[in-house]
């Protein structure tokens, strides 16, 4: 596949086989998200893998779809709000670089906004210089919803003078 249909392809997956993935994979596609743009290279971003216990803690309605792998991913918030801002977008194109990279080798991810909750990041154990972007969950797809049609970008755009 090459790029533009892994994007186009990949899908939000809310079931997962039992089938377990390669931890050392799972590491190797973390290091290589770590190219995702970062103003300074400040790599704000922060793995936090989820054992059981804390994964019961966080009380998922869908169990992350029982995904084989759980992490949370931190961004530590910087000095000022504007490099708050930018460590934000980074660890988003972080993510954003892992999910690709996960979809490209038949792992599917789950990006929840579970974690992001007082309770979530006490459960966490999120410092108070950083914030929780979100826990991704990532297995073998169980089963995959179609494409959905996307706006057209000519909507989405507009030029200035």
């Known amino acids: 596949m090459n790029i533009s249909e892994i994007i186009k392809n990949r899908r ?6 039992e089938e377990s993935i390669d931890g050392e994979k799972v590491k190797q596609w973390l ?3 770590t190219y995702a743009p970062n103003h300074k290279l400040t790599e704000p971003w922060e793995i936090v893998f989820i054992g059981p216990e804390t994964r019961a803690a966080l009380n ?3 169990n992350f779809g029982n995904a084989p792998v759980l992490f949370a991913v931190l961004s ?3 000095r000022n ?3 708050r801002e930018e460590n934000l977008a980074a660890v988003a194109c972080f993510v954003q670089n892992f999910m690709l990279l996960a979809w490209e080798n038949g792992v599917g991810t789950f990006w929840s906004s579970a974690g992001a909750s ?3 990041k006490q459960v966490l154990q999120v410092p108070a210089d950083y914030d929780i972007v979100g826990v991704i969950a ?9 494409v959905k049609e996307r706006t057209s970008i000519d909507l ?6």
């Open 81 to 83: 709000e504007l490099e």
């Open 156 to 161: 989405k755009i507009k030029h200035l003078k």
């Open 12 to 17: 939000t997956i809310k079931k997962f086989k």
């Open 138 to 146: 990532a297995g073998i797809p169980e089963e995959m919803k179609e």
């Open 76 to 78: 530590h918030k910087g």
């Open 31 to 33: 290091q290589t998200a």
């Open 60 to 62: 998922h309605k869908l």
């Open 118 to 120: 007082p309770k979530g």
